[in-house]
T-cell receptor, first 114, second 118 residues
Framework: DQQVKQNSPSLSVQEGRISILNCDYT??????FLWYKKYPAEGPTFLIS?????DKNEDGRFTVFLNKSAKHLSLHIVPSQPGDSAVYFC?????????????FGQGTELSVKP | DAGVIQSPRHEVTEMGQEVTLRCKPI?????LFWYRQTMMRGLELLIY????????DSGMPEDRFSAKMPNASFSTLKIQPSEPRDSAVYFC????????????????FGPGTRLTVT
């Protein structure tokens, strides 16, 4: 039972263009969402987050959008750079959360080509 | 800060052998998480601890898996006996409670242990 789904295993984008990574969730009790970035042979690192009381959060080139009615969030990277090539994980936390427990998706591998 | 430390980085073992993975969380962090990464399921939470006490082990796949946290600076994940389907990358992560009483959702991950069971 995958509560957080990233249906695109991979995405290829040209340098300078926009990258859009998508994530869907099924549990309406999730109220906090995060994106993590992972390079090969390293652990995931936190990228950006959003609370369910917002529909958008921006940090430099990265913007996360949340559509609660559709149970969908997306990460936009503009402009995309070759250094952004990595696996991106979407994660969610329920409002009854105990200790910051996160539910992760399967990940999407982004390749930004020069 | 050294970050979360995991050892070994790579482990190759034969089916039926015992495997022990080790983790040292970031000093001062009161939560510790063990994850398993596979292609099919992404990052799965296996178990997590708060102040060295296991809080939720519902993600532990079978009784062959066990985890301990004897003190604030050390945790182990043991698989006995190991099977080929246990082959995956195992991550340890830590986080801390915000002093104002909130929750810190940001978890800091170690580099992972790549386990191969033949």
């Amino acid at each position: 039972d995958q509560q957080v789904k990233q249906n695109s295993p991979s995405l290829s984008v040209q340098e300078g263009r926009i990258s859009i990574l998508n994530c869907d969730y099924t549990n309406s009790m999730f109220d906090y969402f995060l994106w993590y970035k992972k390079y090969p042979a390293e652990g995931p690192t936190f990228l950006i987050s959003i609370s369910s009381i917002k529909d958008k959060n921006e940090d430099g080139r990265f913007t996360v959008f949340l559509n609660k009615s559709a149970k969908h969030l997306s990460l936009h990277i503009v402009p995309s750079q070759p250094g952004d090539s990595a696996v991106y994980f979407c994660a969610a936390s329920p409002y009854y959360n105990q200790g910051g427990k996160l539910i992760f998706g399967q990940g999407t591998e982004l390749s930004v080509k020069p | 800060d050294a970050g979360v430390i995991q050892s070994p980085r790579h482990e190759v073992t034969e089916m039926g052998q015992e495997v022990t993975l080790r983790c040292k969380p970031i000093s001062g962090h009161d939560y510790l998480f063990w994850y398993r990464q596979t292609m099919m399921r992404g990052l799965e939470l296996l178990i997590y601890f708060n102040n060295n006490v296991p809080i939720d082990d519902s993600g532990m796949p079978e009784d062959r898996f066990s985890a301990k946290m004897p003190n604030a600076s050390f945790s182990t994940l043991k698989i006995q006996p190991s099977e080929p389907r246990d082959s995956a990358v195992y991550f340890c992560a830590s986080s801390q409670t915000i002093l104002t009483g909130g929750l810190s959702y940001e978890q800091y991950f170690g580099p992972g242990t790549r386990l191969t069971v033949t």
